[in-house]
């Protein structure tokens, strides 16, 4: 097939990288462009028929309008910019307030440690006198 657009390509001049190859037979069909085509006849002849690529495409109409888009788009944009606006405007306070919450948790975390540390010493203290005060109750 490419020695063959090659040739035709050759013989009538033609850029074989824009423009493609189209064979018809005598009803107006399509036929592969290979080795295996049938030889032609005066009483059926074929057609080739040399065209751009692209050539025949129609664009079609678009089927939702851009203003329906282009509003929802913007009104997203929009929303989204407000929301970084109010962001900005409120950093210091989210600063403070996590600043706040961070020194809160350090104070519980202290008084947990200095409870733990008492237990531990309290543990500490206790001795082992090698008997139960008390009967167990198994």
């Given at each position: 097939?490419?020695?063959?657009?090659?040739?035709?390509?050759?013989?009538?001049?033609?850029?074989?990288?824009?423009?493609?190859?189209?064979?018809?037979?005598?009803?107006?069909?399509?036929i592969?462009?290979?080795?295996?085509?049938?030889?032609?006849?005066?009483?059926?002849?074929?057609?080739?028929?040399?065209?751009?690529?692209?050539q025949?495409?129609?664009?079609?109409?678009?089927?939702?309008?851009?203003?329906?888009?282009?509003?929802?788009?913007?009104?997203?944009?929009?929303?989204?910019?407000?929301?970084?606006?109010?962001?900005?405007?409120?950093?210091p306070?989210?600063?403070?307030?996590?600043?706040?919450?961070?020194?809160?948790?350090?104070?519980?975390?202290?008084?947990?440690?200095?409870?733990?540390?008492?237990?531990?010493?309290?543990?500490?203290?206790?001795?082992?006198?090698?008997?139960?005060?008390?009967?167990?109750?198994?």
């Open positions: 097939m490419t020695t063959l657009r090659q040739i035709l390509a050759h013989s009538f001049r033609l850029d074989v990288a824009q423009v493609t190859f189209k064979i018809r037979n005598s009803r107006g069909f399509l592969p462009l290979n080795s295996c085509i049938p030889v032609n006849s005066k009483r059926m002849p074929y057609v080739l028929e040399v065209a751009k690529y692209f025949h495409v129609n664009a079609r109409p678009r089927s939702t309008t851009m203003t329906v888009i282009h509003r929802s788009l913007k009104s997203r944009l929009q929303g989204i910019m407000r929301r970084m606006e109010r962001l900005e405007e409120l950093l306070q989210i600063k403070q307030k996590q600043h706040e919450k961070m020194t809160k948790d350090i104070d519980l975390l202290n008084q947990k440690l200095i409870f733990l540390h008492k237990r531990m010493e309290m543990a500490e203290s206790c001795c082992w006198e090698g008997m139960f005060r008390r009967a167990p109750l198994w």
